[in-house]
């Protein structure tokens, strides 16, 4: 069966550090993945958006990798700042279907 | 300007009443969604509005029924309010059916009773 996984403990780190979050699927053949940030009480916002053509993405201080062999997208926060503290998701394109499926979150809490 | 608003922000009610959500979005954009988050936090797909037309119904209750007026409005009517219904219902946009990122409104908690 097609399984997002995500962390599902909060990972804590220090402002200034570089978090990384990661996001693992099986059985599925996304032509794209994304990240989205939710904060509590809010909807999601979307962050980035990687191809399975491509294997890198950066925005300002996020960086998103993606390896379709090892199934598996890697989401960094450079230089993390108590702001970032969130629920990070990631989601997957269903190929033919024009819908994402979301991994349950991870949520990230930087500390000053 | 809000993107995508919804309304109400809070739903209380009884098991059994029928209640509905609205959605707008002012992005110009063709393609609508209804979305659940459950107690969870897991957010799953309902439906999936094309230009006004059902494209994707991900096996929900004949009880939730969606309406599309017209391309920048989804709203979604439930009936028979069951306590399993109680949950954060957030709708969503994008720019079309192939483009990936979407535009997500605040929510509306519902909780049945």
């Known amino acids: 069966s097609q399984k997002i996984e995500q962390n599902s403990e909060a990972l804590n780190i220090q402002e200034g550090k570089t978090a990384t979050l990661t996001c693992n699927y099986t059985?599925?053949?996304?032509?794209?993945l994304q990240w989205y940030r939710q904060d509590p009480g809010r909807g999601p916002v979307f962050l980035l958006l990687i191809r399975e053509n491509e294997k890198e993405k950066r925005k300002e201080r996020l960086k998103v990798t993606f390896d379709t062999t090892l199934k598996q997208s890697l989401f960094h926060i450079t230089a993390s700042q108590p702001a970032d503290s969130a629920t990070y998701l990631c989601a997957l394109e269903n190929s033919g279907y024009s819908t994402l499926t979301f991994g349950k979150g991870t949520m990230l809490l930087v500390s000053p | 300007d809000t993107a995508v608003s919804q309304t109400p922000k809070y739903l209380v009610t009884q098991m059994g009443n029928d209640k509905s959500i609205k959605c707008e979005q002012n992005?110009?954009?063709?393609?609508m969604y209804w979305y659940k988050q459950d107690s969870k936090k897991f957010l799953k797909i309902m439906f999936s509005?094309?230009?006004?037309?059902?494209?994707i119904n991900e096996t929900v209750p004949n009880r939730f029924s969606p309406k599309s007026p017209d391309k920048a409005h989804l709203n979604l009517h439930i009936n028979s309010l069951e306590l399993g219904d109680s949950a954060v219902y957030f709708c969503a946009s994008s720019f079309s059916q192939s483009t990936g990122e979407q535009y997500f409104g605040p929510g509306t908690r519902l909780t049945v009773t």
């Open positions: 992005l110009g954009h063709d393609t």
């Open positions: 509005y094309n230009n006004k037309e059902l494209i």
């Open positions: 059985n599925y053949s996304p032509a794209y």
